[in-house]
DNA sequence: AAACTGACTTCTC
DNA sequence: GGAGAAGCCAGTT
């Protein structure tokens, strides 16, 4: 059900539907997650769930475009997959929303 | 079960 | 625009 137990599972589902060469922010994951400002309990899931294949939480970065954690080798290869995902970078860890932003079309 | 922690977000100065 | 503080949600201990 829509409860805390799925919210996890929804997070994990919502990142694998992110299209490649886009990013998520984690306000808008936790809110289609069904939790609008959740968005600290997305990046705990990320951080205690280390699965790349089940949960690509290397497309989820924060409300400004700006690379967080990663428990998968560290933020500099979260930017490196993401660039070569063809994200565009308006800095080195600061991506382009404008363009790069993950928009449900 | 309660308390603390944490890969966030937003407001104010 | 940058720095600091408060708030919010779920997970872990």
């Known amino acids: 059900m829509d409860i805390t137990q799925n919210f996890s599972q ?8 992110i299209p490649k060469g886009k990013v998520a922010t984690y306000g808008q994951i936790a809110k289609l ?3 609008p400002g959740a968005s600290r309990a997305v990046g705990i899931i990320m951080s205690k ?5 089940t949960m690509p939480c ?3 970065v924060s409300s400004i475009g ?3 954690g990663y428990a998968f080798g560290g933020i500099e290869k979260k930017k ?3 660039k070569n995902e063809g994200v565009t970078f308006k ?3 600061l991506i382009d929303l404008q363009k790069s932003l993950w928009q449900f079309r």
Not at 10 to 17: E, I, N, R
Not at 49 to 53: A, D, G, I, Q
């Open 10 to 17: 929804k997070v994990k589902s919502l990142a694998k539907q």
């Open 33 to 35: 997650a069904g939790s």
């Open 49 to 53: 769930n280390n699965s790349p294949e």
């Open 58 to 60: 290397h497309r989820v």
């Open 66 to 68: 700006k690379l967080t």
């Open 80 to 82: 490196e997959l993401l």
């Open 91 to 93: 800095t080195d860890l």
